[in-house]
């Protein structure tokens, strides 16, 4: 088993894991370590936890020790030497007319190196700047490329909420943000409302996302006609605070459905009949109806439980009309097969047969059936 802490360089920035050795440290600690670019002062952030050795990629680098006075007047003097060069780095960067913003300076803690961190729309020739910075620094300088949002989780500053910047406090990595998540929330498509300070998406806008997701997963979309118990309706809007829709029905009314209606419409299944009210047949106590004067009376009569029930109704027309149809249907069918119907069909059949075979009683020996003699 390996024991590692997290350690963190910047604010809101991520957690590097460190092999703590025998050090007895604690969350907010200030300690020096080693990494590839040189010796960098961080901020214990993590407790101190055990791993199995499988689990690591590669050894994990030591903690060097935890910060003295001399450490602590190392940094101030570093700081000190972080704003006059980036003082400096903003004037040569106007003088130049460069098109890139300067966002902020960071010396390592044995100043081995200078980083300096600057946003651009895109490509940005450098190599002159570089130059004149190596007249002042005398160290190695790197320029590093940044994005809107690292430059707002660098700085900081407070969101439309009132609280400071989410990527400045508690979020490690950027997700992605679109515009169909504001969509999926109802809310209003205002670029000045739904843009955080760095002028992206604001990345609030990811976190419920996910639950309107399975709320509305299986309901009908917003406009679509469906069936309910008062009659077709259009669907109006989701809420998923109060985990309900709104269905307008034709005379303009607004109706609200709630659980368990959701589930079995999720399931495709039409909603249940409301169930009819049962009437009320407790009658008052004879004593109490005696007081009032009033007369209790049976809910059925004997003569009506004895009547008998009434006769089935007679079709309608309408179906009357249909079999008279269909029954004329048949006989023109009969009729084109030649299927006639009774003695005088049959006698038609007779003399069909005699014209063509002949009547071989009537028939003279040598002629033929068109009267004509044989020769």
């Known amino acids: 088993m390996a024991k590692f802490i997290g350690i963190r360089f910047r604010s809101g920035g991520k957690l590097y894991n460190f092999d703590p050795g025998d050090l007895d440290l604690r969350v907010g600690d200030l300690v020096i370590v080693e990494t590839a670019s ?12 055990q791993v199995s050795l499988d689990y690591l990629k590669e050894p994990l680098k030591k903690v060097l020790r935890s910060v ?33 913003k300067l966002v902020d300076v960071e010396y390592l803690f044995d100043r081995s190196k200078v980083i300096f961190y600057f946003t651009a729309d895109g490509r940005v020739d450098f ?11 005398r160290t190695r300088i790197e320029m590093r490329q940044i994005g809107v949002r690292d430059e707002a989780k660098m700085i900081g ?59 509305r997963k ?8 469906i069936m309910i118990r008062e009659g077709p309706g259009r669907v109006y809007s989701h809420n998923l605070q109060k985990d309900s829709i709104t269905v307008q029905v034709k005379d303009g009314k607004q109706i609200e459905i709630f659980e368990p209606d959701l589930t079995r419409l999720r399931q495709g299944l039409p909603l249940e009949e409301k169930p ?27 003569r009506q439980k004895e009547r008998p029930l009434a006769a089935p109704p007679s079709p309608p027309r309408e179906q009357e009309r249909q079999e008279v149809r269909k029954e004329g249907l048949l006989s023109k069918i009969k009729k084109i097969a030649g299927v006639a119907q009774g003695p005088q069909g049959t006698e038609r059949r007779r003399r069909r047969r005699r ?11 040598g002629s033929s059936p068109n009267g004509s003699e044989n020769k």
């Not at 299986?218 to 006609?225: A, C, E, F, H, S």
């Not at 049962?278 to 106590?285: G, I, K, N, T, V």
């Open 355 to 365: 014209r063509r075979h002949g009547n071989s009683r009537g028939k003279t020996p």
């Open 157 to 215: 500053g407070l969101g439309t909420c009132g609280r400071e910047f989410c990527c400045k406090t508690f979020v490690r990595e950027f997700d992605p943000v679109s515009i169909k998540m504001a969509k999926q929330q109802n809310l209003t498509l205002n670029p000045a409302k739904i843009s955080g300070a760095c002028g992206r998406l604001m990345c609030c806008l990811s976190y419920e996302n996910a639950g309107y997701c399975r709320f």
């Open 218 to 225: 299986g309901l009908p979309k917003i406009g679509k006609t």
């Open 276 to 302: 009819a009210p049962e009437p009320s047949d407790q009658a008052l106590p004879q004593d109490a109806a005696d007081a009032k004067g009033m007369r209790r009376e049976p809910l059925f009569s004997p």
């Open 68 to 100: 003295t006075q001399e450490d602590l007047e190392t940094l101030r003097k570093n700081r000190v030497l972080e704003q006059e060069i980036k003082k400096f780095c903003y004037e040569r960067i106007e003088s130049r007319g460069m098109q890139m």
């Open 127 to 137: 190599r002159d700047l570089v130059k004149d910075l190596a007249s002042r620094v």
């Open 38 to 49: 040189g010796l960098v002062c961080g901020m214990v952030a993590g407790s101190r936890q």
